[in-house]
């Protein structure tokens, strides 16, 4: 990664606008796999639930390189992050502050006239920069192993009492603070093994890691509180079962049965299925539902497996209904007894219209057998997809979703063109088909007639 400079600065407002909000201004470079530098950048909360929420995706000024951010009142006195991906940095912003913070390859510094809480900041990354240089660097692979035992060691106390005499006079902040660090730094000494970093063999881990591994069971629950949570527990997963214990699999469906605590194990569970964080996620779901503790989380999981289930073959649809150019209203369950292609596409994507010819081909191949097409089209304007429809007189049954409803949050669709195919019975046949060129696709729906 290249240098990361972030500059955040409350600047000068009217005298009415300043008694309510501060700006924050950010400088922030960042190095993607591609060498290009990051465009955008979050200013984000703690969402409760074991990560991030994003409060402002800030616009960056061409010119000048700083993205800029008003922050109300109800951000201000409070620890916030700003950062992108894996590197975001508490803040604790107060009205009419002056905030530096310089960053890159995890070695973070914040300067200007700092406020205790930043100060906390300031003097803890100070600290744990050593460590940082292992997680944060593309050549942390080739550091000296025995260089991070002796660092681990060296920092086991110095850490600890950090934490324990933190003391800005604010009570709320000191508790927040004091539970979190030590969260940050676990967190800060897996990130090693996600770039790439590891020992030669089990026996050489540092006893620090090897302990580590045999005794967390995640027994705190408040642990879900942090916005660093989740990525927390699949990263240790990952360090502990596929690093340390070369096991084979997905790491994240690993930690659960090591997990003691039975909120934070239903809390996980449910958080890998809904980001679809496993190898077989209606496999997953299945083998966990169990252990969700309440109505609300096995209705949650009820959704999840049924969105699980229609991406695989052999799985049952999603019933959906969305109206027609005319108003009628139209259910996917209507078409039951007939194989169904489902085309969804939008009429500002170039790919989805250059199916179109082949698509008419398509459908008028198969006029008087038991086959449904539905163009499912996720625009927003109305009156430019209706038009579209009535220039090019295009054929089957066209319907519109306003890029809302079923097939976006249920279906979990993220492009388009995308061609789905049920059988007869409602059951999926491909939920991602050969598109109308490909002769490929008249097969599978000869097939299933």
Not at 311 to 339: C, E
Not at 354 to 370: H, I, T
Request: aromatic share 12%; charged share 25%; proline share 4%.
């Amino acid at each position: 990664m290249k240098k990361t400079s972030i500059l955040l600065a409350m600047l000068t407002m009217s005298a009415s606008a300043w008694a309510q909000n501060a700006v924050l201004q950010t400088k922030f470079r960042y190095e993607m796999p591609n060498h290009q530098n990051v465009s955008n950048i979050f200013f984000t909360k703690s969402d409760g639930d074991g990560d991030l929420k994003a409060i402002a995706e800030p616009v960056i000024d061409k010119a000048t390189g700083i993205f800029r951010v008003d922050v109300t009142p109800a951000d201000q006195n409070a620890i916030r992050y700003i950062g992108a991906f894996d590197e975001h940095y508490p803040v604790y912003l107060r009205k009419a502050e002056a905030l530096t913070l310089d960053a890159g390859d995890g070695q973070v510094s914040y300067s200007g006239k700092l406020s205790k809480e930043n100060q906390v900041f300031a003097d803890w990354y100070k600290m744990i920069a050593p460590i940082r240089k292992y997680g944060y660097t593309k050549s942390a692979r080739l550091l000296p192993q025995d260089r991070l035992a002796k660092l681990l060691d060296s920092l086991a106390g110095p850490v600890e009492n950090f934490v324990k005499n933190i003391n800005t006079g604010n009570a709320a902040f000191d508790k927040e603070a004091k539970f979190m660090l030590p969260y940050s730094y676990k967190f800060d000494l897996v990130m090693p093994f996600a770039m790439g970093f590891s020992f030669e063999s089990k026996d050489k881990f540092p006893a620090v890691y090897a302990n580590w591994f045999k005794n967390e069971t995640f027994s705190d629950k408040a642990l879900w509180t942090l916005p660093i949570a989740f990525r927390y527990m699949q990263y240790f997963a990952f360090a502990k079962h596929v690093i340390y214990n070369q096991e084979q699999g997905i790491s994240g469906e690993m930690l659960p049965p090591g997990i003691s605590d039975k909120n934070l194990k239903a809390s996980y569970i449910l958080a890998q299925a809904e980001k679809g964080a496993s190898q077989d996620r209606a496999a997953f779901i299945k083998k966990f539902e169990g252990d969700m503790l309440n109505e609300e989380q096995r209705t949650k999981m009820k959704v999840l497996l049924a969105r699980a289930g229609v991406q695989v073959a052999g799985g049952n649809w999603i019933d959906f209904t969305y109206p027609d150019r005319n108003g009628k209203m139209h259910k996917l369950s209507d078409n039951l007894g007939k194989v169904v292609l489902i085309d969804v596409w939008a009429t500002w994507c170039q790919p989805c219209l250059a199916e179109q010819p082949a698509l008419e081909a398509l459908e008028k191949s198969f006029e008087g057998k038991d086959v449904v097409f539905i163009s499912l089209s996720i625009d927003t304007d109305q009156a430019k997809w209706k038009q579209m429809i009535e220039e090019k007189k295009l054929s089957g049954l066209h319907l519109y979703s306003n890029n809302q409803g079923t097939i976006l949050k249920d279906y979990e669709l993220e492009s388009v063109p995308r061609f789905i195919l049920f059988d007869k019975q409602g059951k999926t046949v491909s939920f991602d088909a050969p598109r109308p060129s490909d002769p490929k696709l008249a097969a599978l729906i000869t097939s299933k007639l």
